[in-house]
């Protein structure tokens, strides 16, 4: 045999050497442990100060939801004690009193979509994970970063302890949903109508979750306003004064922005027998009776939804309605010329035929006149008092027939087959606005003696 070199050798050696070391990178990768995953879950389990939290979430089936590292969430993250003085408040000894739909809801609700460390967070309104009344729309929290609280109940102790799917901020009491009246309570600039609302004994009624309320809400210097106006405080207003305003700001149903539409709506206030209508208008904005404006919207409560606005609005009389509708402003000026306004702003029952801006510019072009001006008060009045009838009547008591006008002169034909049409050719195109001392129907065309 030949001899094999030692150089030769020294190469086979040094690739049996690598060979042996690859194998062993090999092993080495296989034995690698997978990394330790920290998701908010996994950050409460491991604080001891969070084991009712933990219990509560594992008792729900939300801790799976909470340990999803795909998600990204924001907890507020009660203590133990805080659970501790949640259970003493509901008079229950621990979390298995609490029926687990309402646990579920109460835990949701410490929970915000998405990533929020505190250097994000700012005074205002949040949605959380609780469902709210409605599908789509989840409960809200309101939080003042001046004091640092939450809901005016909680306070935030300690902030930002990351996790890979989320932040905790630690908070020292347990956070329910609020009803309507909760919410007005909980933020200080609501302070004057949640005052308002106890004085007129309507607290319990927008505490109630048997019925579903749209509240517009004003603000506290809206209030201000109004009683620098009236010449009054609060202490001067009684619950009879109060209520009828305050109810004026309800509508029936769960109406968020989204669903907001131009046109008049019934609100609880009473008026003759019937609701009082609120006109809406949306433009750029929301505006309510052409004078408030929507300025937050969506604030979602657990027996309703709130939008807050910057002034109190109140029940019109039927020069209200056609004063706030710049689609009744010829009418307007009209009533103002004919010397009519105080009038039909006394107790009434009125119902008028309001003829619209462009009804009027027929009219004017009928006789071959410029506007208002070039008719003289005589004739004005006569034409303007055959649009008014005794009485509250809505478009549903409308029957076939003559009716007498506040103009001596002159019956309205009223036909109710199809519509509501007078004198055989003016049409009602918007029936039953409701206000304080009468009723308006809009007519197309202007009706004359």
């Known amino acids: 045999m030949k001899k094999v070199s030692f150089k030769l050798m020294m190469?086979?050696?040094?690739?049996?050497?690598?060979?042996?070391?690859?194998?062993?990178?090999?092993?080495?990768?296989?034995?690698?442990?997978?990394?330790?995953?920290?998701?908010?879950?996994?950050?409460?389990?491991?604080?001891?100060?969070?084991?009712?939290?933990?219990?509560?979430?594992?008792?729900?089936?939300?801790?799976?939801?909470?340990?999803?590292?795909?998600?990204?969430?924001?907890?507020?993250?009660?203590?133990?004690?805080?659970?501790?003085?949640?259970l003493s408040e509901l008079g229950v000894s621990s979390l298995d009193d609490i029926p687990?739909?309402?646990?579920?809801?109460?835990?949701?609700?410490?929970?915000?979509?998405?990533?929020?460390?505190?250097?994000?967070?700012?005074?205002?309104?949040?949605?959380?994970?609780?469902?709210?009344?409605?599908?789509?729309?989840?409960l809200s929290i309101y939080i003042n970063m001046d004091d640092v609280?939450?809901?005016?109940?909680?306070?935030?102790?300690?902030?930002?302890?990351?996790?890979?799917?989320?932040?905790?901020?630690?908070?020292?009491k347990v956070i329910m949903p609020m009803s309507i009246t909760g919410h007005a309570v909980a933020n200080e600039g609501f302070s004057s109508l949640a005052a308002a609302v106890t004085k007129a004994n309507l607290a319990d009624a927008?505490?109630?979750?048997e019925v579903t309320y749209t509240v517009f809400a004003p603000v506290n210097s809206a209030f201000d306003d109004l009683f620098a106006n009236l010449g009054v405080t609060l202490d001067d207003l009684t619950a009879d004064d109060l209520t009828p305003i305050l109810l004026y700001h309800v509508v029936d149903g769960f109406v968020p922005a989204a669903d907001v539409a131009s046109g008049y709506v019934p609100t609880l206030s009473a008026a003759q027998g019937r609701q009082a209508s609120l006109q809406i208008t949306v433009?750029?904005?929301?505006?309510?009776?052409?004078?408030?404006?929507?300025?937050?919207?969506?604030?979602?409560?657990?027996?309703?939804?709130?939008?807050?606005?910057?002034?109190?609005?109140?029940?019109?009389?039927?020069?209200?309605?056609?004063?706030?509708?710049?689609?009744?402003?010829?009418?307007?000026?009209?009533?103002v010329k004919a010397d009519l306004v105080e009038t039909l702003s006394g107790d009434g029952p009125f119902t008028v035929f309001a003829p619209t801006n462009a009804a009027f510019d027929d009219l004017f072009a009928d006789l071959g006149v410029a506007g208002i001006d070039d008719i003289d008060v005589a004739t004005l009045t006569d034409v303007l008092l055959a649009h008014v009838v005794s009485?509250?009547?809505?478009s549903t008591d409308l029957t076939n027939g003559s009716v007498p006008t506040l103009n001596a002169q002159k019956s309205i034909d009223i036909n109710v087959d199809s519509g509501v049409v007078i004198d055989g050719q003016i049409n009602v195109v918007l029936a039953d606005v409701q206000g304080t001392n009468g009723i308006v129907h809009v007519i197309d065309e202007v009706i004359v003696p």
């Open 149 to 172: 609280m939450i809901n005016n109940r909680a306070s935030i102790v300690d902030t930002d302890v990351m996790a890979d799917n989320g932040v905790i901020h630690v908070i020292d």
């Open 11 to 86: 190469i086979l050696l040094m690739g049996v050497f690598v060979m042996a070391s690859c194998s062993e990178d090999d092993d080495d990768n296989n034995d690698v442990m997978p990394e330790e995953s920290n998701t908010i879950v996994d950050v409460a389990a491991g604080n001891p100060d969070f084991s009712i939290l933990v219990q509560a979430l594992q008792s729900t089936g939300l801790d799976d939801a909470l340990a999803n590292e795909s998600g990204s969430f924001t907890v507020f993250a009660p203590t133990n004690a805080a659970f501790a003085s949640l």
């Open 206 to 209: 927008l505490d109630s979750d």
């Open 283 to 335: 433009g750029d904005g929301v505006a309510l009776n052409s004078t408030s404006n929507v300025v937050v919207t969506d604030v979602v409560a657990t027996n309703g939804i709130i939008h807050a606005i910057d002034e109190v609005v109140t029940p019109p009389s039927v020069v209200d309605i056609a004063l706030d509708n710049g689609e009744f402003s010829t009418l307007v000026d009209a009533l």
């Open 100 to 138: 687990s739909e309402i646990l579920t809801s109460v835990l949701l609700y410490h929970v915000l979509d998405g990533e929020a460390p505190a250097s994000s967070v700012e005074t205002g309104y949040y949605s959380t994970l609780s469902e709210g009344p409605q599908e789509g729309y989840n």
């Open 391 to 394: 009485g509250n009547v809505a």
